[in-house]
């Protein structure tokens, strides 16, 4: 029998590879379709995740709704809704980089790349802004809540009483940063990653025969918008 | 000319002295292990790590066990009694019961039963154990610089008031769940993608679905788990108040969440322990596994009810009763697919012709013990009765019995019966017999009597207690030495092998499964050629070659004659 291996072992073994796809697949097609569920999957891990904090974030609205209604008036609508009209647009640039990937079409997937990139940055930079207001109003998390009398009267078009205050006003913010944190943090993350394919895409790495960093670092982009897409609703509008 | 390609000239040149065809000589080195993508040689990585890991937990263990020889104070201070028990729970369900059958056995063999040459992602693969070390070291330093004194569990507030070192700790949690999550995935994504061609679903072993099922909980529940600890960090670090009642917070939401995770990922531990005993009791016996869908469905079974469960660990915490009744009725619903497989094995024994090696012994220790610590869950979650038993010892020894009892079994008898698989080496029967016998002595001499304490009351984690428990203490510190002695002799057993043990042939078994249809120890890719996919449990594929010692299969025999018989016909054509 293992004169049999001997005289076969070259034939069926040692097939010819693309440079592209890692010796333990059969071909590109499964070295893709496992890479694509791979990122599916780790997809589900960072919805469960999240889900932690959104549960919490049920928990503590059902059980004190009136700190919800009171707090959010402390964020500024006008600011959240144009961070979610940049990520909608990030989004489309993304899976318009995507399609110039597939297309090899070097020079428009370096652009849509980039703008992708620039407005993860522009979302970054007026998170950095809501944050700094909300530290100079002493409107942070749990312990360190201690509103500064600046902090009320008129406020982004309404108006703040103190005395209306309710208890453990601090909860609101303990998750608000909790969960735009984290949201920030993958974001980061994602502009980290858009940076290392702009730089593969220089290289003119990515073509027809071969996208699939594009393609799932796309997906984790859309999910990162997806998650601020359920945020903005549940902290900056609530009735 | 012919048409065979041979390898390269500078291929051979630069790597003369390695053996493709035994991972173990595929290359040599520190290096060649430290930065290896073999899920064979990362298997053994983790065989190292997890086992000092367990030395270290099992050592906590005894002197836990020590210090309850009298009742009151027989070697530690009270302060450092809890920081033993602490520690010896967050070692043992952290860094051991969670990865071990997955990350050795399930790393060994899961390409290998598939016909694939790796799993999925290497890299991750190898970034998974690396994860696991750093853990591993978080607690290490946890130990030495600022100890632990909250339970296992963390439970809030305790762990927010704490002065001990609780947010490192769940650092190290928090990195290992990010292990484990990265393993599921892995597997997943490889038993999807790369089972070869005809294997189809219910062409798998049965520790496949094992896995499968396991990579399900642990994709699902560990990142509720990571956002908990996460938490818990802020809390610690910045008091944001989600569990800290003086900030508006909820202890027990804490507890919601802890469980959400823990008791889905006590099935992380038996599901791939219960896969490996289908795997032992069919090639031991020499029968067709009894029920195969049966075994297969209840191992998804078990995996989706034990997300409905939780609940059941929060009886007395203040919940509402109709959800404590709900959960007492799901809980009882996980009894039903677990059954099923006990039977299943069962009536697969039944007539078999039953070899009694050192793994087909662990395996039905296995059937015994999880009998023993499944029946002893009826009364916990039975509301009525709960009440009484929760936090005695009745408690500690039912998990102890699902956890070292079975899932742990389940790893050392899977460890004895893929030994000669993954070191080429056999051992002594007499040496694995005797470990047996003292494992499975000493674990029930440990643990009736905390069954007897429990039940007259005896609670949990106390440092003294009243002198009428001491004879039950006291049976229960000799046992666990005994255990321990098990254990050493197990150990002694396998590294008797490594250095004096004989050759082990191909398949000494007798499994159909791929995994032995390919040499002892394996190639660096696994297969020369990848055997035809049978029916996994067809003990009419092999047969007894004396010769070789060892069985040999029929239908690969077969298609490697037809294989030889194409080449050399192409070969003359060619000449």
């Given at each position: 029998m293992s004169?049999?291996?001997?005289t076969?072992?070259g034939?069926?073994d ?5 440079s592209?796809v890692?010796h ?7 070295q893709f379709?496992?890479a694509?569920?791979g990122?599916w999957?780790?997809l589900?891990?960072e919805?469960l ?7 919490v974030?049920?928990v ?6 009136e700190v919800?209604?009171?707090a959010?008036?402390?964020l500024d609508?006008?600011?959240g809704?144009i961070?979610?009209i940049?990520l909608i ?5 993304m ?10 079409q070097?020079?428009?997937?370096m652009i ?18 809501e944050y700094s ?5 002493g409107?942070?998390w749990?312990?360190s809540f201690q509103?500064?009398p600046?902090a009320?009267?008129e406020?982004?078009g ?7 205050m ?8 303990s998750?608000?940063f909790?969960?735009?944190g ?11 990653l ?11 790495q990515f073509g027809?025969q ?8 796309g ?6 918008d997806l998650?601020w897409i ?10 | 000319?012919t ?7 500078g291929e ?5 002295a ?8 595929a ?9 290896t ?7 053994i990585m ?12 099992g050592l906590?263990a005894?002197?836990?066990?020590l210090e309850?020889?009298t009742p ?15 520690l ?7 860094l051991?019961l ?5 990350a050795?056995?399930g790393?060994f063999?899961l390409?290998?039963m598939l016909?694939?040459?790796d799993v999925a992602?290497p890299k ?7 994860l696991?070390l750093?853990g591993?070291?978080?607690f290490?330093v ?7 004194d909250?339970?296992?569990t ?5 762990s ?8 490192l700790a769940?650092?190290g949690?928090?990195?290992l769940?990010?292990s ?7 597997f997943?994504?490889t ?9 189809g679903?219910?062409?798998?072993p049965l520790l496949?679905w094992g896995l499968?099922a ?8 560990t990142?509720?788990?990571?956002i908990?600890?996460?938490m ?10 989600f ?5 508006g917070?909820d ?8 469980w959400?995770?823990?008791?889905p ?6 599901l791939?322990?219960?896969g490996?005993?289908s795997?032992?009791i ?14 297969a469905?209840?191992?998804?079974a078990?995996?989706?009810?034990g997300f ?6 929060m009886?007395?915490s203040?919940q509402?009763?109709l959800?404590?009744?709900?959960f ?10 677990s ?5 299943n094995?069962l009536a697969?024994?039944?007539?078999g ?6 793994p087909m ?12 610590g499944?029946?002893?869950g009826l009364?916990l979650?039975?509301?009525?009765t709960d ?11 039912h998990f ?6 079975s899932?742990?079994i389940?790893?050392?008898g899977?460890?004895f ?6 070191f080429?080496k056999?051992y002594?029967?007499?040496l694995?017999?005797i470990?047996?016998?003292?494992v499975?002595l000493?674990?029930n ?10 039940s007259m009351?005896m609670?949990?984690?106390y ?9 039950y ?12 002695l098990g254990?050493?002799?197990a ?6 092998s490594?250095?004096?043990g004989?050759k082990a ?7 159909v499964?791929?995994?032995?249809k390919?040499?002892s120890p394996p190639h660096h ?8 996919v049978?029916d996994?449990?067809?003990m009419?594929?092999v047969?007894w ?5 060892s ?10 004659e037809?294989l030889a018989a194409n080449?050399s016909?192409?070969?003359?054509k060619?000449?």
């Open positions: 004169q049999a291996i001997d076969i072992h034939a069926v040692h097939h010819p590879h693309d592209q890692a333990h697949f059969e071909n590109a097609e499964q379709e496992s694509k569920l990122m999957v780790f589900v891990t919805i995740f999240f889900s932690g904090l959104f549960c974030y049920a503590y609205r059902s059980l004190h709704p919800f209604l009171y959010h008036q402390w609508k006008g600011l809704a961070n979610t940049v647009v990030s989004s489309f640039t899976a318009w980089a995507v399609r110039n990937a597939q297309l090899g070097k020079k428009a997937l849509n790349l980039t703008l992708t990139l620039l407005c993860a940055a522009t979302f970054m930079g007026i998170k950095a802004e207001q909300k530290y100079e109003h409107t942070t749990g312990a509103p500064h600046d009320f009267g406020v982004h309404g108006e703040i009483k103190k005395e209306d309710p208890r453990n006003t601090q909860i609101f913010f998750i608000y909790a969960l735009t984290l949201h920030g943090f993958h974001v980061l993350v994602g502009m980290g858009i940076l290392w394919l702009l730089i593969r895409a220089a290289k003119g027809p071969y996208f699939t960093p594009v393609d799932i670092v997906l984790y982009w859309h999910l990162v998650i359920f945020l903005f609703p549940l902290l900056y509008l609530i009735h | 000319m048409s065979i390609p041979m390898p390269e000239e051979l040149a630069t790597k003369p390695l053996d493709e065809t035994n991972y173990l000589k290359g040599y080195g520190l290096k060649s292990w430290l930065l993508q073999d899920h064979k040689r990362i298997a983790y065989m190292i790590g997890i086992g000092i890991a367990f030395l270290l937990g906590f005894l002197a836990v066990r309850l020889w009151t104070k027989t070697i530690v201070e009270a302060e450092t009694y809890n920081k033993l028990f602490t010896h729970g967050a070692i043992m369900t952290f051991v969670v990865p071990s059958i997955p050795i056995i790393n063999v390409p290998m016909g694939a040459k992602f991750l693969n190898l970034l998974s154990f690396y696991w750093l591993a070291i978080g290490v946890v130990l030495f610089a600022g100890d632990l909250t339970g296992w963390f439970y809030a507030p305790y927010i008031r704490t002065q001990t070192a609780v947010a769940a650092t949690a928090f990195i769940g990010f484990s999550i990265l393993t599921g995935l892995n997943m994504v038993i999807h993608k790369m089972r070869a061609k005809g294997m679903w219910f062409r798998m496949l499968y396991t990579s399900v909980i642990q994709i699902v529940a990142p509720v788990i990571g908990t600890v996460g818990l960090f802020l809390e610690k670090l910045f008091h944001i108040g569990f800290d009642p003086n900030l917070g202890p027990v939401l804490f507890e919601h969440f802890f959400f995770y823990s008791h990922v006590v099935y992380v531990m038996i791939p322990a219960m490996v005993i795997e032992i069919t090639a031991m016996s020499r029968r067709h596994i009894f029920g195969y869908r049966f075994i469905f209840s191992s998804i078990i995996a989706l009810f409905l469960v939780w609940g059941h660990h009886f007395v203040g509402s009763s959800m404590s009744t709900i007492s009725l799901l809980t009882f619903s996980v009894s039903i697919p059954a099923i497989k006990v039977f094995w697969t024994m039944y007539k012709s039953i070899s009694l090696a050192p012994l662990y395996a039905m220790g296995f059937l015994f013990l999880f009998g023993i499944g029946l002893t009364f979650g039975t509301l009525s009440v009484h038993l929760h936090d005695t010892y009745f408690i500690v020894a102890h019995y699902t956890m070292m009892g899932a742990l389940g790893l050392i899977g460890l019966f893929y030994w000669p698989k993954i080429g056999m002594s029967n007499l694995g017999t470990s047996f016998v003292l499975f000493g674990f001499l440990t643990f009736i009597p905390q069954f007897l304490m429990g009351g609670p949990r984690r440092y003294n207690y009243p002198p009428e428990f001491q004879a203490h006291q049976w229960s510190t000799v046992g666990s030495f005994v255990l321990a254990l050493f002799t150990l002694w057993c396998f590294l008797h490594l250095f004096w004989e042939p191909d398949n000494p078994w007798g499994a499964t791929l995994d032995w390919t040499s890719h696994n297969f020369d050629v990848v055997p035809p049978t996994p449990y067809d009419d594929d047969y070659d004396e010769e070789s010692k069985f040999i299969s029929r239908s690969q025999q077969a298609a490697l037809e080449a016909g192409t070969q003359e060619n000449s």
